[in-house]
């Protein structure tokens, strides 16, 4: 079967995609029957492109190295906007992955509103739009006959959603915890070593692995907005990140956590959610943990969630250092189970 693809975002994500899916290309068509063609891409500040006789990936990856925009390369009549593109590209697939607005998670739920309204299949690895409309998203998907996947939200590529929808059926999720924040791993690890947590988070930001907003990470939203992704789509909850109790780690110093450590405890931002009654709740917060408990013995690179159940009670998923490559992988096997159905 042929796809036509939209990309909605061309950054560390859209790029590590688009080299994968050529990786990819031969093993696709011969073992999944599955061709594509890119026909739109849609950044933020590099410009639109639409090419219904396919947008050439490489060429695209080589201009936009050096400052390019995408606009040399669209053709037809002017775009006036991602919404205006997702209407006329006539693709097959949308890909959102444009940048996680953590407190609407707009303007990507709009994009996605307006592909399924189009009956475009969606994929995305933006947190936004499964934490503020994932119900929504999913009626609507259901009324237009495509599929709505979002692997790669919490923990890269790793496969949560797929695997509780491919191997644990008719299983309730009773509640879940983890360690879902690289980031805020890495800072308290570097506080745990004695730095303050300005210098910590200097040398994340060098490292490149900070959210554009620090916040999003040092005050818990980014592991917030996991955990509502989480508890929405396995334990049918509409939780937004206001109604999660949430306290990031900017509060934390080498102090606290070597008084933690004579405790024989250490300190990790632990993602929790549980029933009560009929409601979900969640909360995200510095919690002190034996040192022996699985949390405290993984390094600082690592995720980890452990899934609560009624049939196999208690399931760990491990991932390690994750990023952009893994996620481009999430984007892959979503597409693989959209062309599967
Ligand atoms: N990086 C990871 O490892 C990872 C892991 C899991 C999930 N995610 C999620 O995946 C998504 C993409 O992440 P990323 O690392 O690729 O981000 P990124 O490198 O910042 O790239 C974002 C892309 O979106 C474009 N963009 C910005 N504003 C836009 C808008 N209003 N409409 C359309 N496009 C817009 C940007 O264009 P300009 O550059 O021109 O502004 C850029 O091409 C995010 O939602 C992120 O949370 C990322």
Not at 69 to 75: E, I, V, Y
Request: hydrophobic letters at 40%.
């Amino acid at each position: 079967m042929h796809y036509k693809l939209a990309l909605i975002g061309f950054g560390n994500v859209g790029k590590n995609f688009a080299k994968l899916l050529e990786r990819k290309k031969t093993r696709l068509k011969k073992e999944f029957g599955i061709t594509y063609q890119i026909v739109a891409i849609a950044t933020g500040s590099h410009g639109l492109a639409i090419n219904p006789r396919g947008l050439d990936a490489r060429k695209i990856l080589a201009h936009l190295s050096k400052k390019g925009s995408l606009a040399a390369f669209h053709r037809g009549k002017p775009v006036s906007g991602v919404v205006d593109l997702i209407k006329r590209c006539g693709a097959d697939i949308l890909f959102e992955i444009s940048p996680q607005n953590p407190w609407t998670g707009q303007p990507a739920l709009g994009y996605i509103e307006a592909a399924l309204q189009k009956k475009m299949h969606v994929i995305t690895a933006n947190k936004g739009p499964i934490v503020h409309g994932y119900q929504k998203l999913r009626r609507l998907a259901a009324r237009s006959r495509v599929q709505l996947r979002h692997e790669g939200v919490v923990m890269d590529g790793t496969p949560i959603f797929n695997l509780y929808e491919s191997t644990l059926p008719a299983t309730d999720v009773r509640g879940f915890e983890g360690i879902l924040n690289a980031t805020t791993n890495f800072l308290i690890n570097a506080m745990e070593n004695g730095k303050p947590i300005d210098t910590a988070l200097e040398e994340a930001k060098a490292l490149g692995i900070v959210e554009a907003n620090p916040a999003v990470d040092v005050e818990g939203w980014d592991a917030t907005s996991k955990l509502c992704c989480l508890a929405n789509v396995l334990m049918g909850a509409n939780l937004r990140p206001q109604d999660v109790d949430r306290e990031g780690i900017q509060n934390l110093s080498p102090e606290k956590l070597h008084e933690a450590r004579h405790r024989g405890n250490c300190i990790r931002l632990v993602v929790r959610a549980w029933r009560e009654g009929r409601k979900v709740r969640g909360s995200v917060k510095p919690t002190e943990i034996p040192l022996t408990h699985t949390f405290a013995t993984l390094s600082a690179d690592t995720t980890i969630l452990t899934l609560d159940t009624d049939t196999m009670e208690k399931i760990s998923i491990v991932e390690g250092p994750g990023g952009p490559h893994q996620t481009a992988f999430a984007l892959l096997s979503d597409f693989i189970n959209v062309a599967r159905a």
